[in-house]
């Protein structure tokens, strides 16, 4: 749907002599991700409202979508897999950092960030099927990648005595991006088998 | 007017296409293919 949408779009562009046609895939590609990226942030948002999330709803987006533009990880064969992944995973994080949120001491923290970084060191960035990255990218994206875990361990570290509630979210987001891309990693190695 | 519209909204799905093709996943939603136009004109660059 996301696809015949964008097609539309595109096409009614064409129509009007503001597009040429040898173009129109590009167009296409770039509505799409528009499209579902709205859909996305919507569906979180919402997932978010209606259990009174809203800041860590905010906090989950844009820790997962800002990390993985360069590091990658799991996707599922359709958006609407995808999109359902996305809110189950958003779920999972929130229930998890509510469950943690007693017991969390600064050592367990930084377990859990450890485990973040160790999959960033190994893995990423990690090459979509439908996406090729050039040997440069690749390399760039690993340097990006190292640089924002940086970044989230400064963050989390210093939120922890700030605001512990957020520097959990960050962190049970973290552990997620590097699960998701674990299971990346394994569906690999079975399609390799 | 339409016509100036019509090129924002253009120019708006160029410059996403062009920005998700310089990522390895782009908003953390699933990845369309990339279209071959697109790997060329960024190989280009």
């Known amino acids: 749907m996301i696809h015949k949408f964008a097609t539309m779009i595109a096409d009614s562009l064409h129509k009007n002599e503001v597009i ?12 799409e991700v528009i499209l579902s990226s709205i859909l996305n942030l919507s569906l979180v948002l919402v997932s978010g409202i209606l259990l009174h999330q809203i800041p860590n709803a905010i906090i989950f987006y844009l820790v997962f979508v800002i990390t993985r533009l360069y590091s990658g990880g799991y996707h599922a064969n359709s958006y609407l897999k995808c999109n359902v992944i996305f809110v189950i995973v958003f779920l999972i994080t929130i229930a998890i950092s509510n469950l943690l949120y007693q017991d969390m001491s600064f050592v367990y923290l930084l377990v859990f960030l450890s485990i973040y970084i160790g999959s960033i060191l190994e893995y990423a960035p990690i090459e979509n099927a439908n996406k090729k990255l050039t ?13 924002i875990s940086g970044c989230w361990t400064l963050i989390v570290c210093i939120l922890y005595f700030l605001v512990r509630e957020y ?27 | 007017m339409k016509k100036t519209i019509l090129k924002a ?33 960024r190989n280009k660059k």
């Not at chain 1, 040997?135 to 640089?147: H, N, V, Y």
């Open chain 1, 135 to 147: 040997d440069e990218d690749k390399l760039k994206f690993r340097k990006i990648s190292i640089g």
């Open chain 2, 9 to 41: 909204v253009a120019k708006l799905g160029y410059n996403m296409a062009l920005e998700a093709a310089g990522t390895a996943s782009m908003y953390g939603t699933y990845q369309p293919v990339e279209p071959k136009a697109l790997q060329q004109l």
């Open chain 1, 20 to 31: 040429e046609v040898e173009q129109k895939d590009i167009y296409v590609y770039g509505y």
């Open chain 1, 167 to 193: 520097a959990l979210t960050i962190t049970i987001t973290l552990v997620m991006i590097a699960i998701l891309m674990i299971i990346e990693i394994n569906n690999r190695k079975e399609i390799a088998i």
